[in-house]
């Protein structure tokens, strides 16, 4: 008999119908009878033998038992779609922003009552199951330029601990380069401001990294927090290790500290927000005109009302050790603008003007006119090598592909030794742009 292959079905139909015969016949004969079974099924010799000397013939498996899906299509389609428009958050922060964002949504498409309240009630874990599918294709690529100045160090402090304050203004500053696959030239920066209390984010654009244009862009900024500037904290880099900036504090009356050179923790709280507020943006192409620093900063007037207004963000109050592990406790999700709301020392007026543009906009749209915008911004960005492959390019925001940066080769021949002794053919690791 020549070997065939059969379906579940007409399987367990010729099973049971050996079984009979296998039953009845004599010693001699069943050799013969387990060769053809397994010739037929394809199974191993020993698991026919159980199959056969078993009680009772083998039978069709029943319904698959199990949990039913509660989920259907259209609950899974309609949070992937809140997913993606909001930058694909974690799921606890998710789950706080879908009852803001299901109303906008039910105006773009259908959402049948009982799929909008399961949505609702949905739990972080099961959001994390539902879209696991999708998460596996997304990957991300981060690196920094940032050097270490070195004037006026001595007047600065080093603040290496948390501020532990209760009220708003207290900051941590941070310049991300937009040089592309090179440092040369005049080129964009992002200069990146959050708050430690609240976690609002303000972020703008400038043409090189000059002591005075750092310095206007940093007044810029103070001017649309809803709250007074009290302190800022930085790193060591020269744009902001300088005396302009120093006199500029000191008449703002604005604390002024600075964390350890290549100590990216002292400054963990800005290193987070340059990937999810800019890298996860706008991606690594190089900007180096003023056409496209104008369009950078047109991006970040949309950008910075739908993290601050409608993106729930949560804080780490504590960290418990247990055994080998460190556990971290988070507080409730909240929108930047509702942990301002709570601060009794924000400036009322702002607040009020905030909360009313926060009911008026939709979601959805802004999203709309943030990708619209980076269309235009991406129209601008200067490319000197040619777009990667999709074997090798990494996603950015919106599953956009970005230009990898290559690590140097590794250096032949022998290493000079310095310090600790070095390995032949060993390679220095790339620093990254957002702290762990």
Same mark, same amino acid.
């Given at each position: 008999?020549?070997?065939?292959? =059969?379906?579940?079905?007409?399987?367990?139909?010729?099973?049971?119908?050996?079984?009979?015969?296998?039953?009845?016949?004599? #010693? #001699?004969?069943?050799?013969?009878?387990?060769?053809?079974?397994?010739?037929? #099924?394809?199974?191993?010799?020993?698991?026919?033998?159980?199959?056969?000397?078993?009680?009772?013939?083998?039978?069709?498996?029943?319904?698959?038992?199990?949990?039913?899906?509660?989920?259907?299509?259209?609950?899974?389609?309609?949070?992937?779609?809140?997913?993606?428009?909001?930058?694909?958050?974690?799921?606890?922060?998710?789950?706080?922003?879908?009852? &803001?964002?299901?109303?906008?949504?039910?105006?773009?498409? @259908?959402?049948?009552?009982?799929?909008? &309240?399961?949505?609702?009630?949905?739990?972080?874990?099961?959001?994390?199951?539902?879209?696991?599918?999708?998460?596996?294709?997304?990957?991300?690529?981060?690196?920094?330029?940032?050097?270490?100045?070195?004037?006026?160090?001595?007047?600065?402090?080093?603040?290496?601990?948390?501020?532990?304050?209760? =009220?708003?203004?207290?900051?941590?500053?941070?310049?991300?380069?937009?040089?592309?696959?090179?440092?040369?030239?005049?080129?964009?920066?992002?200069?990146?401001?959050?708050?430690?209390?609240? &976690?609002?984010?303000?972020?703008?654009?400038?043409?090189?990294?000059?002591?005075?244009?750092?310095? #206007?862009?940093?007044?810029?900024?103070?001017?649309?927090?809803?709250?007074?500037?009290?302190?800022?904290?930085?790193?060591?880099?020269?744009?902001?290790?300088?005396?302009?900036?120093?006199?500029?504090?000191?008449?703002?009356?604005?604390?002024?500290?600075?964390?350890?050179?290549?100590?990216?923790?002292?400054?963990?709280?800005?290193?987070?927000?340059?990937?999810?507020?800019?890298?996860?943006?706008?991606?690594?192409?190089?900007?180096?005109?003023?056409?496209?620093?104008?369009?950078?900063?047109?991006?970040?007037?949309?950008?910075?009302?739908?993290?601050?207004?409608?993106?729930?963000?949560?804080?780490?109050?504590?960290?418990?050790?247990?055994?080998?592990?460190?556990?971290?406790?988070?507080?409730?999700?909240?929108?930047?603008?509702?942990?301002?709301?709570?601060?009794?020392?924000?400036?009322?007026?702002?607040?009020?003007?905030?909360?009313?543009?926060?009911?008026?906009?939709?979601?959805?749209?802004?999203?709309? @006119?943030?990708?619209?915008?980076?269309?235009?911004?991406?129209?601008?960005?200067?490319?000197?090598?040619?777009?990667?492959?999709?074997?090798?390019?990494?996603?950015?925001?919106?599953?956009?592909?970005?230009?990898?940066?290559?690590?140097?080769?590794?250096?032949?021949? @022998?290493?000079?030794?310095?310090?600790?002794?070095?390995?032949?053919?060993?390679?220095?690791?790339?620093?990254?742009?957002?702290?762990?």
């Amino acid at each position: 008999m020549g070997a065939t292959r =059969v379906g579940p079905q007409a399987r367990t139909e010729y099973l049971a119908r050996m079984w009979e015969r296998y039953q009845a016949a004599p #010693t #001699t004969k069943r050799g013969r009878l387990l060769d053809e079974v397994c010739e037929v #099924t394809r199974y191993h010799r020993k698991a026919a033998v159980r199959l056969l000397n078993r009680a009772t013939p083998p039978r069709a498996r029943g319904p698959r038992r199990g949990r039913p899906v509660r989920y259907g299509p259209g609950v899974v389609r309609a949070l992937r779609t809140i997913w993606e428009a909001a930058g694909y958050p974690w799921s606890v922060r998710l789950r706080a922003l879908i009852p &803001t964002w299901l109303p906008w949504l039910q105006h773009r498409q @259908r959402v049948s009552a009982p799929d909008a &309240t399961l949505l609702a009630t949905m739990s972080a874990r099961q959001m994390d199951r539902v879209l696991a599918p999708v998460k596996r294709t997304l990957k991300k690529r981060q690196y920094g330029g940032t050097k270490p100045g070195t004037l006026l160090k001595h007047h600065i402090p080093i603040k290496t601990d948390r501020w532990n304050v209760q =009220v708003p203004g207290f900051t941590e500053i941070d310049l991300v380069t937009h040089s592309g696959d090179r440092a040369d030239g005049e080129f964009a920066y992002t200069l990146n401001l959050t708050d430690i209390q609240t &976690t609002w984010v303000e972020s703008g654009a400038v043409l090189g990294k000059g002591q005075v244009r750092v310095c #206007t862009q940093l007044d810029a900024l103070r001017r649309q927090l809803p709250f007074a500037l009290a302190g800022i904290d930085s790193d060591n880099g020269p744009e902001f290790i300088n005396a302009h900036l120093v006199r500029y504090c000191a008449t703002q009356q604005i604390q002024f500290t600075r964390g350890r050179p290549y100590k990216k923790d002292d400054n963990a709280h800005i290193e987070q927000k340059n990937w999810t507020h800019v890298r996860k943006l706008v991606g690594y192409e190089r900007y180096d005109t003023a056409e496209a620093v104008a369009a950078l900063n047109a991006v970040y007037a949309d950008h910075r009302l739908l993290q601050n207004l409608f993106l729930p963000t949560v804080k780490l109050l504590r960290k418990e050790r247990v055994g080998s592990k460190v556990r971290r406790r988070y507080d409730a999700p909240q929108t930047p603008l509702a942990r301002v709301q709570a601060c009794p020392t924000a400036n009322r007026l702002k607040v009020a003007a905030l909360v009313a543009q926060q009911r008026q906009l939709d979601p959805f749209e802004l999203r709309a @006119r943030i990708d619209a915008g980076l269309e235009r911004l991406f129209a601008l960005a200067r490319r000197a090598r040619p777009a990667p492959s999709s074997s090798d390019a990494s996603l950015g925001r919106g599953g956009r592909a970005v230009q990898p940066r290559r690590s140097a080769p590794a250096p032949s021949g @022998r290493l000079r030794r310095s310090g600790p002794r070095a390995r032949p053919g060993q390679k220095r690791s790339l620093t990254d742009d957002e702290a762990a």
